[in-house]
Every structure is written in C-alpha cells, then in structure tokens.
C-alpha cells in the first residue's frame, strides 16, 4: 500500500562530512543532486531523514536541530524512513528516486556533525537513494512512498497433476514458503501459481511470459530427473543469460551423499535479464530440502541482480 509523505526541507552542502545548507530547490540529476558533495556514480546519490528521527534525536539532545544539520537531502515527514527497505521507491509527477541503503557508517569524531551535534542519527536512520527519474525538488512538495512488491511466478510441471489425478503439493510447498519468507523480510510477495504438464513449448512460452511481465523470480518443479518426460533444464538452460550453478551443486553433494538417488536431479538455476530462475524437483520433500538451501541466497542474489552490494 503506497503513502504519502511531505517534504520539509531541501538542503546541499559543497564538501562531504559537513551539515548542510537549506535552500530553495535542488535539482536531481542521473549522478544525483546537483552541486552537492555526495553527487556521483554511486548508489548513495541523494541522502533522506525524517523529521520523526529529527525529533528523537531533539530530546535527547537537549536542543533544536536544524533541517540539514544531519548532512540529509531531503528531510520529510509522514514516514519513518529507516522502515523502508532497499528498492522501495519515491515518487511524484517530477522526479522517482529507489532506495539503495537503510544508514551508514559515521566517521566519528572525523565527521563535523558528529563534533558539532556530538552524535548522529544518519548511521541509523537515515536512508539512501539512487535518481530514477530526473527533476527539480522543493519544499512543500509531496512523494508517493510505494514499497517493493517482490514478484514471483511458480510452475509446476506434472501431466498427472495437470489431468487432477493428484493435488499438485510441490508447488504449494513453494509459494507458501516464499510468502512466509518475504514476509518475514518485510516484504510485500506478490506470488503467481500456475500449473501445466510436462510440455517443453509451454514451458519456454510460460517462463519468457513471467520474464516479460516483470518477476523477480521463477521456481519451476517437477521434471529435473532423466526421465523421457523430464525436460526442464532442457527448456531452461538455452534461456539463461547466466548460470549459478553452486546453488545446485550444493545440494545435489549434501543430499546425495546420503541419498544417491539425489545426485541424478539436473536442477538448474540461473538469470534471465533481470529475474532468477530455480528449477527444483517434482517431490514435495526434495523441495523443502531445495528451499532450506536457496532461501539461503534469494536476497543477497536479488539486491546484486540490482546493482546493490549489501550483505
């Protein structure tokens, strides 16, 4: 659900470390904000504080603050912004910024805030944003805050599930495990489900569809095996713009050491443009045990797909 917040206050300043100046308007740029110090080619293009961090910080230190004294941007109210998460977005009809970073590391007694002020809030709760879309800012001005929904299409792969000879478990198994998941992580799944059988044109139509329509994800399950029906990494592989095979490789040693039979699957994972594909097998325990294992990688993977560098 999107929120509204304001804008208080636009501030800049010419060297980094140091608080920085109100002024009428700041134009953003593809390299940031404008004569500002922290402009460049880097994911910490424009930094935001919401007045609510400002208040706190306030009490407990005795005295006013000043908009810009904490080195912000932009400071706003509606939100408290350290609640955000990396590649929710900021927007109006002039300008759309992405979140890249929730605080930062303080230079201490290095930092002329930190010896004017004697402490910081930015570390903590100031964010971090990257220029999507260019345009000139000013106080008084509202953003559209629109929180990342993490797009997902699940495919299950089974003739006999396709035909209702049996409820299709695995796939249940999947979307229900992404859901707990990024709901865990604060996120918002948006999870499509869709079942059809063993057929490799289908397959190839439904994957470039879920590409083209956006997702971050792809979980196919069902057909990893050597068996005549068993074509999923036969349709997938040719779409990979690049392959993970650890991932896979993993699993295949940790189980099959135990369980032989684990180490004929040819599940496969990789990229294709900007969204992670994971072909897992058709059973619903060798899913569970595929998750316990990928789980592991999706955020990681999915903030590098974007460009970020966050562990």
């Not at 032989?260 to 992670?276: D, E, F």
Request: hydrophobic share 35%; with cysteine; aromatic share 8%.
């Amino acid at each position: 659900m999107s929120q509204i917040i304001k804008v208080l206050s636009v501030n800049v300043s010419e060297k980094k470390g140091t608080i920085k100046k109100p002024v009428g308007s700041i134009s953003l740029s593809n390299m940031g904000v404008e004569k500002d110090a922290h402009a460049g080619p880097w994911n910490r293009q424009v930094s935001l504080l919401g007045k609510e961090s400002i208040d706190k910080f306030s009490k407990e230190a005795g005295r006013d603050i000043s908009f810009g004294e904490f080195a912000e941007n932009i400071t706003t109210e509606g939100l408290k912004l350290y609640r955000t998460l990396p590649l929710d977005r900021f927007m109006n009809e002039s300008v759309e910024l992405e979140v890249t970073q929730i605080g930062k590391k303080c230079h201490g007694t290095n930092c002329q805030i930190f010896q004017e002020v004697g402490n910081c809030v930015m570390p903590k709760e100031g964010i971090f944003a990257r220029v999507i879309r260019k345009g000139k800012i000013q106080a008084g001005e509202k953003f559209e805050y629109k929180p990342r929904i993490i797009k997902t299409m699940v495919i299950t792969l089974s003739d006999r599930a396709f035909q209702s000879l049996y409820p299709d478990k695995s796939g249940k198994i999947i979307e229900s495990r992404l859901r707990e998941f990024w709901t865990l992580k604060g996120r918002k799944p948006g999870i499509n489900y869709v079942l059809i059988p063993d057929d490799a044109r289908l397959l190839e139509e439904t994957i470039k569809e879920a590409v083209q329509n956006g997702n971050d994800f792809i979980f196919t399950t069902g057909g990893t095996g050597i068996g005549p029906k068993d074509i999923t990494p036969d349709v997938v592989k040719p779409l990979l713009d690049k392959e993970i095979p650890g991932i896979m490789d993993l699993i295949r040693i940790k189980y099959g050491s135990e369980k032989p039979a684990a180490l004929i699957s040819r599940s496969v994972a990789g990229l294709i443009g900007q969204t992670l594909i994971y072909c897992l097998p058709g059973s619903p325990k060798a899913v569970n045990e595929y998750l316990d294992e990928i789980l592991k990688t999706v955020e990681h993977s999915f903030y590098m797909v974007h460009r970020l560098d966050i562990h």
